[in-house]
């Protein structure tokens, strides 16, 4: 800096006046300052924080993760505001895509299954919040390790609202009935008890026959076959059991092979064993299809004996959900997770990170469990021993079965692939549309394959 | 000269605009381009924010790779052309489309001149309730419709099986569902071409038919050398616009099947979404919804420059 410029600063500082206006000025900035810049977790912290969050559709469930998040907020000052946003029309997607592409909206937002993936260039590590709830509660789900672990950097917070597997929910008095199968038997409401010859002998063989016999019964099961999650969801668990890989983790595409081949026969006569509507069904189909009385069981939440134990208590009292069959290379369940993501451009990411973990800690988890009637799905498994699973009626113990236990392993349509290509094998569902071409189509199965490998071929563009 | 400097009217300058000051301000105030401009303003900021803006922006995210970090050309073009999935999409928005608009502008036509027809007294009446379907928002006939549809409780089907036929699945069966997304963009959009066609019939003069009728024309000769040759303009719009509304639907596909069963139900508009918003490759999407931009932009243009032909040799 030369001589001359020094000193006209300096005769630009001298002939600076501090007026009123600039002396409240400067008050007010050094109070914010002082207020909002050191967020230390448990001090007094004033400031504010936004959520958009995934609209939970079983009543009530909201209020509670208010209730908690205003808890968080009054203990650290800190005032919280929370929208909740449907995922009807996947409106919450938009939301989370507008909000991205803008780079400014709330400062914690949900995403549902692949979108950490999708947003992950404008999302905040949270290694150091999922680290600290690993060493609390143990190992987390691996299809939420997949779906949010980007090159080794957690993004996304697994939630326990709106988190789910969809494994069998079966009218148990039908099975019993028609197919000669108790699946309260096997399954009951307390896995000590399990036999394990008995859960080995719940396999896709037993599944298919007791599915042709409900058939003939005039009660046939409903899996969805359309090309939303729950179709998409329980023909990737189905494939995953029977060993169906369609692109590994290094881009080799493995559609191809004979343990496909035997899936897709598989398939063949199952599919033939349902209605013939369950090509068109959306994700509420299958819970139309039970809740109607006409179906004997169907792949999903317990959102369906939700809703039949306020419309048709009846049907509601009949169901149970339990585990999926075990196929050769194990029993799978298809998992959905949802996240938690602090966007980079958040004002207040500390606080962001500090309310995550509360509203991860067992308690909360365990109303959050509890206000769902047991829908949510916490990512660890240690917290599967939640009373609101046994207490839930009716029947009591309905929903023990629905978080993964015994030799259940979850999984997602579209792994073991990268993320980013499994994210197009799910979405563009091309399990489901293979599944429809060879059943419903009566396309040739060679040709089913090569069209799934051009298509798989497609998701590997970089 | 005399269009773009005369006053606003004679009093304006006896009341003057002291208030301003300036004689050039006052001047500039009193060309009728200006009003008129400033007056557009409001609409002109809404469409380059809300329309041109958004266009330009998606040809600009629709040349770029999947991460939106490398501009890439057209390679997103030439990867969808190499879809088989997307050439289907292509073949089924062409079907959706040119079957949904000529099937409009048929029954459009037809109930135009039924209605044309009418005694003015019942005119009305009928104009009105035939615009019901396009007055409902369409996501929610679309709704309505879907209900009729319902793959398991559909409404039809109850009818059919109470009269003893077998049910017929709507929107499980690919084709079906093809004929299921066409009949409702019908439904919701004729009406539109009845109004159109209506108006164009009522500008037709009377003296015409009058004259051929003594020159013993039957209805169809008057018809096709009288009411056509007249409406042939108006039919010419009204086809290039529902034509490129229909093209860009999306209410009714998505709402009805999804695209589904089999991906055979896609139209352009629900295949970038799903390619856009729920697998995340927003370019791909871009360039998808971006597609037949080109074609429409020459139909539209070849479609006015006859309108404006004939329109030069009614002149």
């Given at each position: 800096?030369?001589?001359?410029?020094?000193?006209?600063?300096?005769?630009?500082?001298?002939?600076?006046?501090?007026?009123?206006?600039?002396?409240?000025?400067?008050?007010?900035?050094?109070?914010?300052?002082?207020?909002?810049?050191?967020?230390?977790?448990?001090?007094?912290?004033?400031?504010?924080?936004?959520?958009?969050?995934?609209?939970?559709?079983?009543?009530?469930?909201?209020?509670?993760?208010?209730?908690?998040?205003?808890?968080?907020?009054?203990?650290?000052?800190?005032?919280?505001?929370?929208?909740?946003?449907?995922?009807?029309?996947?409106?919450?997607?938009?939301?989370?895509?507008?909000?991205?592409?803008?780079?400014?909206?709330?400062?914690?937002?949900?995403?549902r299954d692949w979108n950490i993936r999708i947003h992950q260039e404008v999302l905040e590590p949270l290694d150091d919040v999922v680290g600290k709830l690993i060493a609390q509660?143990?190992?987390?789900?691996?299809?939420?390790?997949?779906?949010?672990?980007?090159?080794?950097?957690?993004?996304?917070?697994?939630?326990?609202?709106?988190?789910?597997?969809?494994?069998?929910?079966?009218?148990?008095?039908?099975?019993?009935?028609?197919?000669?199968?108790?699946?309260?038997?096997?399954?009951?409401?307390?896995?000590?008890?399990?036999?394990?010859?008995?859960?080995?002998?719940?396999?896709?063989?037993?599944?298919?026959?007791?599915?042709?016999?409900?058939?003939?019964?005039?009660?046939?099961?409903?899996?969805?076959?359309?090309?939303?999650?729950?179709?998409?969801?329980?023909?990737?668990?189905?494939?995953?059991?029977?060993?169906?890989?369609?692109?590994?983790?290094?881009?080799?595409?493995?559609?191809?092979?004979?343990?496909?081949?035997?899936?897709?026969?598989?398939?063949?006569?199952?599919?033939?064993?349902?209605?013939?509507?369950?090509?068109?069904?959306?994700?509420?189909?299958?819970?139309?299809?039970?809740?109607?009385?006409?179906?004997?069981?169907?792949?999903?939440?317990?959102?369906?004996?939700?809703?039949?134990?306020?419309?048709?208590?009846?049907?509601?009292?009949?169901?149970?959900?339990?585990?999926?069959?075990?196929?050769?290379?194990?029993?799978?369940?298809?998992?959905?997770?949802?996240?938690?993501?602090?966007?980079?451009?958040?004002?207040?990411?500390?606080?962001?990170?500090?309310?995550?973990?509360?509203?991860?800690?067992?308690?909360?988890?365990?109303?959050?469990?509890?206000?769902?009637?047991?829908?949510?799905?916490?990512?660890?498994?240690?917290?599967?021993?939640?009373?609101?699973?046994?207490?839930?009626?009716?029947?009591?113990?309905?929903?023990?079965?629905?978080?993964?236990?015994?030799?259940?392993?979850?999984?997602?349509?579209?792994?073991?692939?990268?993320?980013?290509?499994?994210?197009?094998?799910?979405?563009?569902?091309?399990?489901?549309?293979?599944?429809?071409?060879?059943?419903?189509?009566?396309?040739?199965?060679?040709?089913?394959?090569?069209?799934?490998?051009?298509?798989?071929?497609?998701?590997?563009?970089? | 000269?005399?269009?773009?400097?005369?006053?606003?009217?004679?009093?304006?300058?006896?009341?003057?605009?002291?208030?301003?000051?300036?004689?050039?301000?006052?001047?500039?105030?009193?060309?009728?381009?200006?009003?008129?401009?400033?007056?557009?303003?409001?609409?002109?900021?809404?469409?380059?924010?809300?329309?041109?803006?958004?266009?330009?922006?998606?040809?600009?995210?629709?040349?770029?790779?999947?991460?939106?970090?490398?501009?890439?050309?057209?390679?997103?073009?030439n990867f969808l052309l190499s879809r088989d999935v997307f050439r289907m999409v292509v073949e089924q928005t062409a079907i959706f489309a040119i079957s949904a608009v000529f099937?409009?502008?048929?029954?459009?036509?037809?109930?135009?001149?039924?209605?044309?027809?009418?005694?003015?007294?019942?005119?009305?009446?009928?104009?009105?309730?035939?615009?019901?379907?396009?007055?409902?928002?369409?996501?929610?006939?679309?709704?309505?419709?879907?209900?009729?549809?319902?793959?398991?409780?559909?409404?039809?089907?109850?009818?059919?099986?109470?009269?003893?036929?077998?049910?017929?699945?709507?929107?499980?069966?690919?084709?079906?569902?093809?004929?299921?997304?066409?009949?409702?963009?019908?439904?919701?959009?004729?009406?539109?071409?009845?109004?159109?066609?209506?108006?164009?019939?009522?500008?037709?003069?009377?003296?015409?038919?009058?004259?051929?009728?003594?020159?013993?024309?039957?209805?169809?000769?008057?018809?096709?050398?009288?009411?056509?040759?007249?409406?042939?303009?108006?039919?010419?719009?009204?086809?290039?616009?529902?034509?490129?509304?229909?093209?860009?639907?999306?209410?009714?596909?998505?709402?009805?099947?999804?695209?589904?069963?089999?991906?055979?139900?896609?139209?352009?508009?629900?295949?970038?979404?799903?390619?856009?918003?729920?697998?995340?490759?927003?370019?791909?999407?871009?360039?998808?919804?971006?597609f037949m931009f080109p074609i429409l932009a020459i139909a539209a243009v070849l479609i006015l420059r006859g309108v404006r032909k004939r329109g030069r040799e009614i002149g």
């Amino acid at each position: 800096m030369t001589d001359s410029r020094l000193h006209s600063r300096s005769r630009e500082v001298s002939q600076s006046k501090v007026s009123r206006r600039n002396l409240l000025k400067s008050a007010a900035l050094g109070s914010a300052a002082v207020i909002a810049a050191p967020y230390v977790k448990g001090a007094y912290a004033a400031g504010s924080l936004s959520l958009g969050v995934w609209d939970h559709w079983v009543p009530g469930a909201n209020n509670t993760l208010t209730k908690l998040c205003n808890e968080w907020g009054a203990k650290n000052n800190c005032q919280v505001t929370i929208d909740y946003i449907t995922s009807q029309g996947e409106k919450d997607k938009l939301t989370a895509a507008a909000e991205a592409q803008a780079g400014t909206g709330h400062d914690i937002m949900s995403h549902r299954d692949w979108n950490i993936r999708i947003h992950q260039e404008v999302l905040e590590p949270l290694d150091d919040v999922v680290g600290k709830l690993i060493a609390q509660y143990g190992p987390i789900s691996p299809v939420a390790e997949y779906l949010a672990k980007i090159k080794g950097t957690w993004r996304g917070l697994p939630t326990t609202t709106g988190s789910q597997v969809k494994p069998c929910c079966s009218r148990f008095d039908l099975y019993q009935q028609h197919a000669g199968i108790d699946v309260r038997d096997i399954f009951p409401a307390d896995e000590s008890k399990w036999d394990k010859a008995k859960v080995d002998n719940w396999n896709w063989d037993t599944y298919l026959t007791s599915a042709q016999k409900l058939q003939q019964a005039g009660f046939p099961v409903g899996l969805a076959m359309g090309q939303t999650s729950d179709a998409v969801d329980w023909t990737g668990a189905l494939f995953n059991s029977f060993g169906v890989v369609m692109v590994d983790g290094k881009d080799n595409i493995k559609i191809d092979s004979d343990e496909t081949r035997t899936a897709l026969e598989y398939m063949k006569k199952l599919m033939a064993a349902n209605p013939p509507e369950v090509y068109a069904w959306d994700d509420a189909g299958n819970n139309r299809w039970l809740i109607s009385g006409k179906g004997s069981g169907i792949m999903n939440p317990p959102s369906a004996w939700a809703v039949a134990k306020r419309d048709h208590p009846e049907v509601a009292a009949q169901c149970w959900t339990h585990p999926m069959p075990r196929g050769p290379k194990g029993r799978f369940v298809g998992q959905l997770p949802q996240f938690y993501g602090v966007w980079s451009f958040s004002k207040n990411k500390v606080a962001a990170k500090d309310l995550l973990l509360y509203i991860s800690q067992k308690d909360s988890v365990a109303q959050l469990v509890q206000a769902s009637s047991g829908y949510d799905l916490p990512s660890f498994k240690t917290m599967y021993d939640l009373p609101t699973w046994q207490t839930v009626e009716p029947p009591l113990g309905t929903v023990y079965g629905y978080p993964p236990r015994g030799d259940e392993q979850t999984s997602i349509a579209g792994a073991p692939a990268r993320s980013e290509v499994g994210a197009q094998i799910y979405n563009q569902a091309i399990n489901t549309v293979m599944v429809a071409k060879f059943t419903q189509g009566n396309e040739k199965l060679d040709d089913v394959i090569k069209w799934a490998e051009n298509e798989l071929e497609g998701t590997l563009r970089v | 000269m005399a269009d773009t400097v005369q006053t606003w009217s004679p009093g304006m300058r006896s009341v003057g605009l002291p208030v301003l000051g300036s004689q050039n301000l006052r001047l500039f105030l009193r060309r009728r381009s200006t009003i008129a401009f400033l007056m557009c303003l409001p609409l002109i900021v809404i469409i380059v924010g809300l329309v041109i803006y958004p266009a330009f922006y998606s040809i600009y995210l629709s040349m770029l790779n999947k991460t939106q970090t490398r501009f890439i050309g057209l390679d997103n073009f030439n990867f969808l052309l190499s879809r088989d999935v997307f050439r289907m999409v292509v073949e089924q928005t062409a079907i959706f489309a040119i079957s949904a608009v000529f099937f409009k502008a048929l029954i459009g036509l037809i109930t135009a001149h039924l209605i044309n027809n009418l005694p003015a007294k019942g005119q009305r009446k009928w104009r009105g309730m035939l615009l019901v379907p396009w007055v409902i928002p369409l996501a929610l006939s679309s709704l309505g419709w879907w209900w009729l549809f319902d793959p398991t409780h559909s409404a039809f089907n109850y009818i059919l099986e109470s009269l003893g036929y077998d049910d017929v699945q709507w929107l499980g069966n690919p084709y079906w569902a093809r004929f299921s997304v066409i009949l409702v963009n019908v439904w919701y959009g004729a009406p539109f071409f009845l109004i159109m066609y209506l108006a164009a019939l009522k500008s037709v003069p009377e003296q015409l038919y009058e004259a051929a009728a003594i020159d013993g024309a039957n209805a169809w000769q008057k018809f096709r050398h009288i009411t056509l040759p007249m409406m042939r303009n108006i039919i010419a719009i009204t086809v290039l616009f529902s034509l490129i509304v229909t093209f860009a639907n999306f209410d009714i596909v998505q709402i009805m099947t999804g695209g589904g069963p089999r991906n055979m139900t896609h139209v352009f508009a629900t295949y970038s979404f799903m390619l856009g918003i729920r697998s995340g490759d927003l370019p791909l999407g871009a360039a998808t919804s971006l597609f037949m931009f080109p074609i429409l932009a020459i139909a539209a243009v070849l479609i006015l420059r006859g309108v404006r032909k004939r329109g030069r040799e009614i002149g």
